[in-house]
């Protein structure tokens, strides 16, 4: 379908596709973040600044961002992988407008509560525990390590004790770093 791609005065791009005839917008912010912009003693911040950005802004609160969203006939999610960082869901079209601000409000705003990065650093401990008990998995780990060697596209799994030393100010600065208007395509 024809797209129109425009550049606002931030430096952040914003691509409109219009496609089919369901009443259902789809919002995508797409970051160039990810695991490549981790340092070594990063590994999994990436994802784990993600996650954060629906756990709460300055104003929200998780559940308020999940029932706002809801309301909207939708849900809004965040996830990062190797070389970018997504956010976003859909929602039925009335609601394109409202969902965009919702969207701004996570990912300008985030709270970066200290509860919640224990919680889900805890979260990702189980994870790798039990993604660690696959051969599979293990295999993954080890390919990545023999191909990439010392780049970031090599550090699949944080050990436990660099998970624990996560702190809300460490996601907070990954967040300064790497998020901005430059990065974005809306």
């Known amino acids: 379908p024809p797209r129109r791609t425009l550049t606002l005065a931030n430096g952040m791009k914003v691509t409109l596709v219009r496609?089919?005839?369901v009443p259902k917008v789809a919002v995508s912010l797409d970051l160039a973040?990810?695991?490549i912009d981790e340092a070594p003693n990063e590994v999994e911040l990436a994802g784990l600044t993600a996650s954060m950005l629906v756990e709460g802004t300055t104003t929200r609160s998780g559940a308020d961002i999940s029932?706002?969203?809801a309301e909207m006939g939708g849900s809004l999610?965040?996830?990062a992988g190797d070389d970018?960082?997504?956010?976003g869901g859909e929602v039925l079209s009335e609601f394109a407008e409202r969902y965009?601000?919702?969207?701004?409000d996570v990912v300008l705003h985030p709270k970066f509560a200290e509860s919640d990065v224990s919680r889900l650093t805890a979260n990702r401990m189980r994870d790798n525990s039990i993604a660690l008990s696959s051969p599979g998995q293990i295999t993954r780990a080890r390919f990545r390590q023999m191909i990439f060697g010392d780049h970031p596209?090599?550090?699949?799994?944080?050990?436990?004790?660099l998970l624990k030393g996560y702190t809300a100010a460490t996601v907070r600065a990954f967040h300064a770093k790497n998020y901005g208007?430059?990065?974005?395509?809306?």
Do not use: E, I, K
Not at 84 to 87: L, W
């Open 19 to 21: 496609y089919g005839v």
């Open 33 to 35: 973040t990810g695991g």
């Open 67 to 69: 029932r706002s969203a």
């Open 77 to 79: 999610g965040a996830n």
């Open 84 to 87: 970018n960082t997504t956010v």
């Open 100 to 104: 965009v601000a919702l969207l701004a």
């Open 153 to 161: 596209y090599a550090r699949v799994f944080a050990p436990d004790s």
């Open 181 to 186: 208007a430059r990065r974005a395509h809306l």
